[in-house]
């Protein structure tokens, strides 16, 4: 295989962790009497610009189909960060009215719906049907395509230059990384700014991050590499910052190469600086994370076997992608984990790909009232452990298995 960038032969092993289907596959009924088609789910380095990527994956179009089942809008601590984003965004760029702000991963409106709600124009690209069906039920103008150099061009002929463009969570969703970066730089305004958020590579590493790994994700990022391929592509970082959001993100700030005239910040220099003390440009940094995944699943095994023994109850919560990762590559069924809870309603009355544990609605949880609840999207322990603070009342306690297993 070659470098989705820079087109280097790819020799550099970072983790295999054997294959699954996509996660974001969920099973209806109907289809639990038939197959599933399980991915190689094996990950290589870049030697060369060090861009993560996965060995083998399906087509964007069979990921991110009608069905595609997350709807960002479920969670109200990303619904706030969208809004904190728009208000930090309209104010340190001055944006109004005269403004427009293009969002690519638009999905339900979740981000949009604060740019409208302040009057300034706006239009979302969302290549899913169903989520783009939400935020068009929101009154947001939506492109359902996929992004890249040619939609930057026909938006820019439809409705004029973006002064503002959003990325949230999607750089490492496509394939053609090269493309959809250079699309940005046609959909730019003179002046416009990009930004980008995307899962830190250097969280991962350091904190076992191994369950964002899966076939949605093609790539997985350090600030490295993404000045790499964005230098090549028309786009100069002036600044970044680094984010609490999936375990730890980056948000990196662009502008047009050609007419680029902000000063690089001491953020930027900081951050490329902590990348290259952890040694990312070095084959080192990647020798140690399938060790980690491989004591992580042997933790969680170990702890819901002891607990099926000793006769304990045990409930998931979050139907998430990296939750699917994780049950897969454990090889967790339903006879260690009986259901998964998820408030979505889009996923409820599903099975998870692969493990085919059930997905339920939320009441199930006080019928049941379960020991333990396992947090499979940890990143957001804190926000499910205050909802669902009524197991106490029974004695319940939470789990999370990443980065190790900790019960709370």
């Not at 930090?88 to 949009?112: C, H, K, T, W």
């Not at 068009?136 to 890249?148: D, L, M, S, V, W």
């Not at 191994?210 to 090549?232: K, M, P, R």
């Not at 662009?254 to 007419?259: K, P, T, V, Y």
Request: proline share 4%; glycine share 8%.
């Amino acid at each position: 295989m070659r470098c989705r960038h820079c087109n280097s032969t790819l020799s550099l092993d970072f983790v295999d962790l054997g294959s699954a289907p996509p996660s974001n596959a969920y099973l209806t009924v109907d289809r639990l009497s038939g197959p599933e088609t399980y991915l190689p789910l094996r990950v290589l380095v870049c030697d060369q610009c060090w861009l993560v990527q996965t060995a083998d994956f399906a087509s964007r179009e069979s990921l991110f189909d009608e069905d595609y089942a997350y709807f960002s809008s479920v969670s109200a601590s990303w619904v706030a960060h969208a809004k904190a984003y728009v208000d930090a965004m309209v104010e340190r760029f001055g944006l109004g009215p005269q403004s427009r702000v293009v969002e690519i991963a638009a999905n339900d409106g979740y981000l949009l719906q604060h740019v409208q709600a302040r009057g300034i124009s706006c239009l979302g690209v969302e290549p899913t049907a169903s989520t783009a069906a939400a935020a068009r039920a929101k009154g947001i103008p939506i492109i359902e395509e996929f992004f890249g150099r040619d939609l930057a061009r026909r938006i820019v002929g439809e409705f004029g230059p973006a002064d503002l463009t959003a990325a949230n969570n999607v750089l490492a969703h496509v394939p053609d990384i090269n493309d959809f970066v250079a699309g940005f730089a046609e959909l730019l305004s003179e002046h416009g700014v990009a930004t980008f958020e995307f899962p830190s590579l250097l969280r991962l590493v350091q904190d076992r991050q191994f369950d964002t790994i899966y076939h949605e994700h093609f790539s997985y990022l350090s600030l490295t590499a993404v000045e790499t391929i964005f230098t090549a592509n028309g786009l100069a970082v002036f600044d970044v910052e680094d984010l609490p959001t999936h375990g730890g993100s980056l948000r990196v700030y662009c502008e047009r190469m050609d007419a680029a005239t902000r000063p690089i910040s001491d953020r930027l220099y900081a951050a490329r600086e902590r990348e290259k003390l952890a040694g990312i440009a070095g084959s080192a940094f990647y020798a140690g994370l399938q060790a980690d995944a491989e004591a992580v699943k042997d933790d969680l095994l170990r702890f819901l076997l002891d607990a099926k023994r000793e006769g304990r109850r045990i409930a998931g919560y979050g139907a998430a992608a990296k939750g699917n990762t994780l049950l897969n590559f454990a090889g967790v069924r339903s006879d260690l984990l009986p259901f998964v809870v998820d408030r979505s309603h889009a996923k409820q009355g599903k099975y998870l790909p692969g493990s085919r544990i059930p997905i339920v609605g939320e009441d199930l949880i006080v019928s049941f009232r379960p020991d333990y609840v396992l947090v499979l999207p940890w990143n957001l322990r804190e926000e499910i452990a205050n909802q669902l603070d009524y197991i106490r009342e029974w004695g319940g306690r939470f789990v999370v298995a990443v980065p190790r297993m900790e019960v709370f």
